[in-house]
């Protein structure tokens, strides 16, 4: 049987596709063995580096991932595509700005926080943001600069983006973010112009990369740009 990690050309040509794994703030690229668990099962080539986002800013990140891309490019033929995490999704953007790979394909972004974090700013306000954030901080504030948000590229990809909806804390990050949350971002922050697809699902932003439901609905959207509904 054919692996649905093969595309075929229009010559009948088969073609492995591959897919990059950005993980989340403070985290490795350990973090998202459950999703690529279920791609390596379907024939995918895959790659999960694991980067500094304590020490490092996004923009930073997305330069040193540039070798990194390059030389798992060069490991198979067909369209690769990219799974994030969290912070993973603002790097992914800064990466496809400074060095966008040939045959982009699809991407998939779980809890992304493109218009930022209540959590950030307060930690902002507290004085304790780089403490606790790293240079990544400034990327996740809701108040971000323009010179910060033109690192990030605009959406000329097909996107889908999966959210949560359920805290671990509900009692205190009612207080601090906008519902509905996952715990760390909102629904609403999670949303980008030019996506294809949005999803909302009863996870936690912290474990939501080891709910299956969630690993499902990514398959789904790498195999064909829509969320299964």
Known sequence: MEQTSLVRTPAGEARQAGILFLHGHSRTGLSMRPLV?????LGYR???PTYSSLTRSVPDIAERLKSRLDRFRAEFDGPLHIVTHSLGGLVARALVKVARPDGLGRVVMLAPPHG???WADLLSRLKMNRIVLGPAGRHLV???SVVDEAVLA?????????AGNRSL??????RIVSAPNDGKVSVAS???AGMADHITLPVSHTFMVNNRAVGDQV???IRSGRFSR
């Open 37 to 41: 668990r279920q791609f390596d099962r």
């Open 169 to 174: 804390d509900p009692v205190l990050t009612r």
């Open 219 to 221: 398959v789904a959207f």
């Open 116 to 118: 930022g974090s209540e």
């Open 46 to 48: 895959t790659c999960t």
């Open 154 to 162: 605009s959406v000329d990809f097909e996107l889908g983006i999966i």
């Open 142 to 144: 809701t108040g971000r």
């Open 190 to 192: 999670t949303r980008l």
